[in-house]
């Protein structure tokens, strides 16, 4: 019996340290082919997290490939998602880090989110292909899950690859003038499942078979977007859209002389961890998520503050 326990202990410490040994090896993997991205095209990914109060801003900027994706800015963005990912540890340099809820993903200057990416330019066998999928894939599953609200603003065109990089955010603010396109070629950053996700089976599959554009009302229509914008607005209304998950109080509390007060970091964070996980993990790995999520937070401060909170509002009421 204790001979038939020992192997099976053998036999799942195996498997544990060979899977560990897969995950290792392909970090590796990826990390070198980042590396190798890095050398290829111009352009820049920014980053800001003092962009406003609880927001932090990440830009697209290649002007002139109307800020299309290269290599080089494939491994800026991934390098982004890393810093993003530390911040919500808890490894933070300033207050802002600290506070910070959501983040806004926009294309620089008003004439285009993301126009496809020109890393083509550089790629042009199937095993470079295979590399730079998998380094944008590994990026955006992340970005997607990470505990920040997340909001693609949207200038002009974001094709093929731009179009995918709208799907890994929450939501989506685009300006009237605004073209989304997937170019009728399989995705490989992940947008095609988001896709579905975001406007269902039937619409995702023309949107992809056809290459059929997105813009104004239309993707307002069909869920692929949140809110509109005048153009040139995108990322000023993604603020006032993002306002009711930075601040607790409404802005009309605000013009009546009240302290705006921001909103639970902690419980903000936690909130998008379990939709994130009801996104893309099996239901028993989501209950545990909301489990733990909801003990890590009761009997919390900032619990106790939410609560009071309330109990403050039902009175005026």
């Not at 890590?296 to 401060?301: I, K, R």
Request: charged content about 25%; aromatic content about 6%; some cysteine.
């Amino acid at each position: 019996m204790n001979a038939v326990i020992s192997r099976n202990l053998r036999s799942r410490l195996s498997f544990h340290i060979r899977h560990q040994i897969r995950l290792y090896s392909a970090a590796t993997d990826l990390r070198r082919t980042r590396e190798e991205l890095r050398s290829l095209g111009c352009g820049s990914v920014d980053f800001d997290t003092k962009f406003a109060p609880g927001i932090a801003l990440i830009s697209l900027r290649n002007p002139g490939r109307h800020n299309a994706l290269c290599g080089r800015m494939m491994a800026q963005l991934a390098d982004v998602v890393d810093k993003l990912q530390n911040i919500v540890e808890g490894k933070v340099e300033s207050e802002e880090e600290s506070a910070l809820v959501a983040v806004i993903l926009t294309g620089s200057g008003n004439k285009s989110f993301c126009y496809l990416n020109v890393a083509k330019d550089h790629i042009n066998d199937s095993t470079g292909a295979a590399k730079m999928g998998s380094v944008m894939q590994d990026t955006l599953l992340r970005f997607f899950r990470l505990p920040l609200i997340s909001v693609a603003a949207i200038e002009g065109y974001a094709l093929g690859g731009g179009a995918e990089l709208t799907t890994s955010c929450d939501y989506r603010i685009m300006s009237h003038s605004a073209v989304v396109r997937f170019v009728a070629t399989s995705p490989v950053w992940g947008g095609g499942a988001r896709l579905v996700g975001i406007v269902g089976r039937s619409k995702a599959l023309k949107l992809l078979a056809t290459g059929d554009k997105i813009t104004g009302q239309s993707a307002l229509d069909m869920g692929f977007a949140n809110a509109l914008s005048e153009s040139g607005e995108s990322v000023s209304k993604s603020i006032e859209f993002l306002d009711p998950f930075v601040y607790f109080l409404e802005p009309t509390e605000r013009e009546h002389g009240s302290e705006r007060k921001r909103s639970s970091v902690k419980a903000v964070r936690s909130m998008k961890s379990l939709i994130a996980s009801a996104s893309t993990d099996p239901l028993d790995v989501v209950k545990q998520v909301e489990f733990d999520l909801f003990c890590g937070l009761w009997g919390s401060g900032e619990n106790k503050e939410i609560l009071e909170e309330y109990k403050r509002r039902r009175v005026k009421e």
